[in-house]
């Protein structure tokens, strides 16, 4: 089976499928494209070509969907139709717009499966169904596994500002295709049985949250998380499900409920937890700092608090931006910062001319009202 399901995912490399994943990959770069020219605006540099993030983006999803197909073969996942399976995690695609909050794949099962029974008065099948969601349950593990381990790229450092307080965050976006083979039983008459066919399946997914509790990394494992867990609490009630078929026209409510629940979970946490990056009259925080900008290699990072700078205490944002533009002279710079885990560091670095810092802070609220008011911003 494993020779058949490999054969059937190297035939969408010289298949009519190849000029999707060439239209994806363009897509990607579009967007990578956009976002390096964010970062460079708000931190100097951009760590990260977007050909290289393009690429990242092509391995893993390419990655995925050989696991999935693995796993929807290990768990002899089988449809006896191609179509109406096809259509419905095609619609996926709209995860990648500006629609991605509309995409629901639970959704998707219940239109096809009204639109079917209204044109042609059939239903899906309850086989084809259940095997529809355990293989969206393996598909939504996956995913928060690439999520879990993409770590290049897709995080924007954003400021926001919520009742006279300036608070910071991370607008994370990542899109990824994941192409996968899943097994079709193909009949062939009374004489010559049946045949099973791997088929392509094309299903695009992104994760699009603003993060203001959490840090960067810590928001990537809580995404990544409750998308392995609503996907496992997917894939065993499509299981259990299983045993009573009588029941499975239930998956119609329950599956698109547990997917429209996954944001709200996340969002009920951030809601009930405090903000993360906020400063205060006596520290400022720092939001983000590129990758091998001097202040890293430093020992920088986003979470620090810095308490003095050039020895002098309770810093304030105006004597920041004294430095954390690009520079035409050589000028070094001594922090004395308290990182998340309470521990004091000193940091000293050295800004060439014509580099920036690479370092983005969370201005004190006052400070950056009041400046704001009088016209220095």
């Given at each position: 089976m494993y020779s058949e399901i490999l054969q059937g995912y190297s035939s969408l490399l010289h298949s009519p499928q190849w000029i999707i994943l060439i239209a994806a990959a363009v897509m990607f770069y579009i967007k990578n494209v956009q976002e390096?020219?964010?970062?460079?605006?708000?931190?100097?540099?951009?760590?990260?070509?977007?050909?290289?993030?393009?690429?990242?983006?092509?391995?893993?999803?390419?990655?995925?969907?050989f696991a999935i197909s693995l796993l929807a073969g290990m768990f002899q996942i089988a449809f006896f139709t191609y179509l109406e399976v096809a259509i419905i995690f095609m619609l996926s695609i709209f995860s990648v717009t500006r629609f991605s909050g509309y995409v629901n794949v639970g959704f998707h099962a219940l239109s096809v499966f009204l639109l079917m029974y209204l044109l042609q008065g059939r239903l899906i099948s309850s086989h084809d169904l259940i095997q529809i969601f355990l293989f969206l349950?393996?598909?939504?593990?996956?995913?928060?596994?690439?999520?879990?381990?993409?770590?290049?790229?897709?995080?924007?450092?954003?400021?926001?500002?919520?009742?006279?307080?300036?608070?910071?965050?991370?607008?994370?976006?990542?899109?990824?295709?994941?192409?996968?083979?899943?097994?079709?039983?193909?009949?062939?008459?009374?004489?010559?049985?049946?045949?099973?066919?791997?088929l392509p399946v094309l299903q695009f997914f992104s994760m699009k949250e603003t993060v203001m509790t959490f840090g960067k990394k810590e928001g990537r494992f809580v995404?990544?998380?409750?998308?392995?867990?609503?996907?496992?609490?997917?894939?065993?009630?499509?299981?259990?499900?299983?045993f009573r078929m009588e029941w499975t026209y239930l998956l119609l409510a329950l599956v698109p409920a547990l997917l429209y629940l996954e944001p709200l979970v996340f969002r009920y946490m951030e809601k009930k937890r405090a903000p993360?990056?906020?400063?205060?009259?006596?520290?400022?925080i720092v939001l983000e700092?590129?990758?091998?900008?001097?202040?890293?290699?430093?020992?920088?990072?986003?979470?620090?608090?810095?308490?003095?700078?050039?020895?002098?205490?309770?810093?304030t944002y105006k004597n920041l931006l004294a430095f954390m533009g690009t520079l035409s002279y050589e000028r070094t710079i001594s922090l004395e910062v308290r990182s998340q885990d309470l521990v004091h560091k000193s940091i000293?670095?050295?800004?060439?001319?014509?580099?920036?810092?690479?370092?983005?802070?969370?201005?004190?609220?006052?400070?950056?009202f009041q400046m704001k008011k009088d016209g220095k911003l």
């Open positions: 390096a020219s964010l970062r460079k605006l708000v931190l100097g540099e951009s760590e990260n070509h977007p050909l290289v993030l393009t690429f990242y983006q092509v391995f893993y999803g390419l990655v995925g969907g349950g393996i598909s939504m593990m996956v995913q928060g596994l690439i999520f879990l381990v993409s770590y290049e790229g897709g995080a924007l450092p954003v400021l926001f500002s919520r009742k006279e307080e300036l608070r910071g965050g991370f607008r994370i976006e990542k899109s990824f295709m994941l192409p996968s083979v899943a097994a079709f039983v193909a009949a062939g008459g009374s004489i010559l049985g049946s045949s099973l066919l791997f995404l990544s998380g409750l998308r392995i867990l609503f996907g496992t609490m997917i894939l065993l009630l499509s299981y259990l499900i299983s993360k990056f906020v400063s205060s009259e006596e520290e400022i700092v590129r990758e091998n900008s001097a202040a890293y290699l430093a020992g920088l990072r986003s979470g620090d608090r810095i308490y003095q700078v050039d020895g002098k205490g309770n810093p000293q670095f050295t800004i060439l001319p014509g580099t920036s810092t690479g370092i983005l802070v969370v201005p004190p609220s006052a400070e950056f």
